[in-house]
T-cell receptor, first 116, second 113 residues
Framework: AQSVTQLDSQVPVFEEAPVELRCNYSSSVSVYLFWYVQYPNQGLQLLLKYLSGSTLVESINGFEAEFNKSQTSFHLRKPSVHISDTAEYFCAVSPNSGGSNYKLTFGKGTLLTVNP | GAVVSQHPSRVICKSGTSVKIECRSLDFQATTMFWYRQFPKQSLMLMATSNEGSKATYEQGVEKDKFLINHASLTLSTLTVTSAHPEDSSFYIC?????????FGSGTQLSVL
């Protein structure tokens, strides 16, 4: 079984400030790691994922996350946020084995609010 | 990009009635869809995996007779909450698998009075 902990339920920041959204997980098997974003009144969208290879993964809109196996973490960072980044962010894991690798376990979400 | 439509977005019903939620993949075929439930301030929890043309696979602790899932076509899965009770009030979200990615609906807020 897997579990995901997002340590902050809400993170308010000012525009152009850096931000880090924390995610820790526990699992008895190897996992894939994901960050999803949900903008108001929209469905969840995949932001970035770690499957294998380089532990640092990036999204097209400037976010990055680093897989740290020893600390079982997958924190999401952005050096300079925009007001349009205001959304709820969900960290998720899935087992990297066969047909189970689409069974996601989610954290409770972190609401990022970017203020002008 | 791929779009998943979920309907209705919000429903209020009386205790004891049944509610059907639809999940449609609008521009792709999805052999596999997933249903999640999220209680306030809690994580999204996977309820079941819906496979086109076969029975759904339910996660431990989810009552299959209460949460009926039908995946009769490659673009539609439905979740019916039977004999709903106030404790079933929750946010229900579906997702559809396309190749190696999951695409999510915008969710249904169910309130049972």
């Amino acid at each position: 079984a897997q579990s995901v902990t997002q340590l902050d339920s809400q993170v308010p920041v000012f525009e152009e400030a850096p931000v880090e959204l924390r995610c820790n997980y526990s699992s008895s098997v190897s996992v894939y790691l994901f960050w999803y974003v949900q903008y108001p009144n929209q469905g969840l969208q995949l932001l970035l994922k770690y499957l294998s290879g380089s532990t640092l993964v990036e999204s097209i809109n400037g976010f990055e996350a680093e897989f740290n196996k020893s600390q079982t973490s997958f924190h999401l960072r952005k050096p300079s946020v925009h007001i349009s980044d205001t959304a709820e962010y969900f960290c998720a894991v899935s087992p990297n084995s066969g047909g189970s690798n689409y069974k996601l376990t989610f954290g409770k979400g972190t609401l990022l609010t970017v203020n002008p | 990009g791929a779009v998943v439509s979920q309907h209705p977005s919000r429903v209020i019903c009386k205790s004891g009635t049944s509610v059907k939620i639809e999940c449609r993949s609008l521009d792709f075929q999805a052999t596999t869809m997933f249903w999640y439930r999220q209680f306030p301030k809690q994580s999204l929890m996977l309820m079941a995996t819906s496979n086109e043309g076969s029975k759904a696979t339910y996660e431990q602790g989810v009552e299959k007779d209460k949460f009926l899932i039908n995946h009769a076509s490659l673009t539609l899965s439905t979740l019916t909450v039977t004999s709903a009770h106030p404790e079933d009030s929750s946010f229900y979200i579906c997702s559809a698998r396309r190749h190696e990615k999951l695409f999510f609906g915008s969710g249904t807020q169910l309130s049972v009075l």
